[in-house]
């Protein structure tokens, strides 16, 4: 199974956004909530998943640098 977000808006200033391993996880339950219930929870569920999270978007954001946030005028390390 692949599930891909291309085309997935580009990750905001925002609180919006989701890391990988959280879209990861996202996918993850969703397949284990329509799957049969009485399949044992572990590695081997999820290895036929692969899941394609593109760069720089809100489901796979690129970590802002400490000069980019106070150059921002955000200021959180200062």
Do not use: H
């Not at 200033?13 to 044992?40: C, E, M």
């Not at 489901?59 to 400490?66: C, I, L, S």
């Amino acid at each position: 199974m692949v599930v891909d977000f291309e085309g997935t808006s580009p990750q905001t200033k925002g609180p919006i956004n989701s890391t990988a391993g959280s879209s990861t996880l996202a996918v993850y339950f969703v397949v284990r909530s329509i799957t049969d219930p009485t399949i044992p929870n572990n590695a081997g569920c999820y290895c036929p998943i692969k899941v394609l999270l593109p760069k720089a978007s809100v489901v796979n954001p690129v970590p802002r640098t400490k000069a980019d946030l106070v150059t921002r005028g955000k200021g959180i390390w200062s």
